[in-house]
């Protein structure tokens, strides 16, 4: 009986261990994305709290409705993008945004509209993930330094980019299946 006391022990603590291989991958997952990013490390997590906060405001504001609107924050700028019933709740969804500490701008592209189907939220993640591949093929772009939104078939591109990067990376959305409109909403550099 009383070998079994530190077998067990030994089983508890290597179960332990495996989550923090789990916290250790993800963390240098995390810090991978980071070095990547044009975006300097507080800028880039202040972007991810700008998200949560986002996320938590507009689901206090329109308890109903918030699962139908999604805000992408990339440096301190905030897409939001999704379906609302009226103009009233887009017009309320900049200003709760607004509301958000550090927040420098609002694009406001909700719809006045119904909510989506799963089978055009599958389509725009299919158009997502085939727009991020083609950019991480293109050495004309820099892949990890975009970030793409697509909402209804509309693509959208943010990022710090270069005028000649931004021309490429608007070519390669342009020219990708699925994809019915390109808008950019890139921050320009040197």
């Given at each position: 009986?009383?070998?079994?006391?530190?077998?067990?022990?030994?089983?508890?603590?290597?179960?332990?261990?495996?989550?923090?291989?789990?916290?250790?991958?993800?963390?240098?997952?995390?810090?991978?994305?980071?070095a990547?990013?044009?975006?300097?490390?507080?800028?880039?997590?202040?972007?991810?709290?700008?998200?949560?906060?986002?996320?938590?405001?507009?689901?206090?504001?329109?308890?109903?409705k918030?699962?139908?609107?999604?805000?992408?924050?990339?440096?301190?700028?905030?897409?939001?993008?999704?379906?609302?019933?009226?103009?009233?709740?887009?017009?309320?969804?900049?200003?709760?945004?607004?509301?958000?500490?550090?927040?420098?701008?609002?694009?406001?592209?909700?719809?006045?509209?119904?909510?989506?189907?799963?089978?055009?939220?599958?389509?725009?993640?299919?158009?997502?993930?085939?727009?991020?591949?083609?950019?991480?093929?293109?050495?004309?772009?820099?892949?990890?330094?975009?970030?793409?939104?697509?909402?209804?078939?509309?693509?959208?591109?943010?990022?710090?980019?270069?005028?000649?990067?931004?021309?490429?990376?608007?070519?390669?959305?342009?020219?990708?299946?699925?994809?019915?409109?390109v808008?950019?909403?890139?921050?320009?550099?040197?």
């Open positions: 009986m009383n070998k079994l006391i530190p077998i067990a022990l030994i089983g508890m603590a290597l179960s332990q261990l495996q989550g923090c291989a789990t916290a250790v991958v993800g963390g240098a997952a995390a810090g991978t994305a980071v990547l990013d044009r975006r300097t490390a507080g800028v880039f997590v202040g972007d991810q709290e700008i998200e949560l906060r986002a996320l938590t405001r507009l689901g206090e504001a329109f308890p109903q918030a699962d139908s609107i999604s805000a992408t924050s990339y440096n301190r700028q905030v897409l939001l993008t999704g379906q609302v019933p009226d103009e009233a709740t887009r017009n309320r969804a900049t200003d709760v945004i607004k509301g958000i500490p550090d927040v420098r701008t609002v694009f406001n592209e909700l719809s006045v509209a119904g909510v989506t189907s799963l089978t055009s939220d599958a389509n725009d993640a299919a158009i997502t993930s085939k727009v991020k591949t083609r950019l991480l093929r293109d050495d004309s772009v820099p892949g990890t330094k975009v970030k793409v939104v697509t909402e209804a078939a509309v693509v959208y591109l943010m990022g710090l980019v270069t005028q000649a990067e931004a021309k490429s990376a608007i070519e390669v959305a342009r020219t990708t299946a699925g994809v019915t409109k808008v950019t909403l890139f921050e320009f550099i040197n």
